[in-house]
């Protein structure tokens, strides 16, 4: 069974760093694509960076030059560098596997963690 458990999130002042990690608890050698959402109090849930299957990275425009996703395949788990942080990065950091994958059984399918509270204070 996938399970995507987010961590890393906590509170800091604007212009530190954090990074977030999410790792998925369905032990496969399947590659997926790894997103990070997020989403801030009273607005919608927003892309934020995304790793594909075949390692292609792309990033909001928001957050290009400042975050950094990476993945650690052999520990099933993905990182979201965070620097330069701003308040308005403020959120609930959310992890998503797929649609994209290299094995047919998981292709399709969309999982998504519970999220990790980011706050970051003037």
């Known amino acids: 069974e996938v399970q995507l458990v987010e961590s890393g999130g906590g509170s800091v002042q604007a212009g530190g760093s954090l990074r977030l990690s999410c790792v998925n608890s369905?032990?496969?050698?399947?590659?997926?694509?790894m997103n990070w959402y997020r989403q801030a109090p009273g607005k919608e849930r927003e892309f934020v960076s995304e790793?594909?299957?075949?390692?292609?990275?792309s990033y909001a425009d928001s957050v290009k030059g400042r975050f950094t996703i990476s993945r650690n395949s052999a520990k099933n788990t993905v990182y979201l560098q965070m620097n330069s942080l701003r308040s308005e990065d403020t959120g609930t950091y959310y992890c998503?596997?797929?649609?994209?994958?290299?094995?047919?059984?998981?292709?399709?399918?969309?999982?998504w963690g519970k999220g990790t509270a980011v706050t970051i204070s003037e």
């Open positions: 998503k596997e797929g649609p994209g994958s290299d094995c047919p059984f998981y292709y399709g399918m969309e999982y």
């Open positions: 369905a032990l496969t050698d399947c590659t997926y694509d």
């Open positions: 790793i594909d299957v075949d390692g292609v990275i």
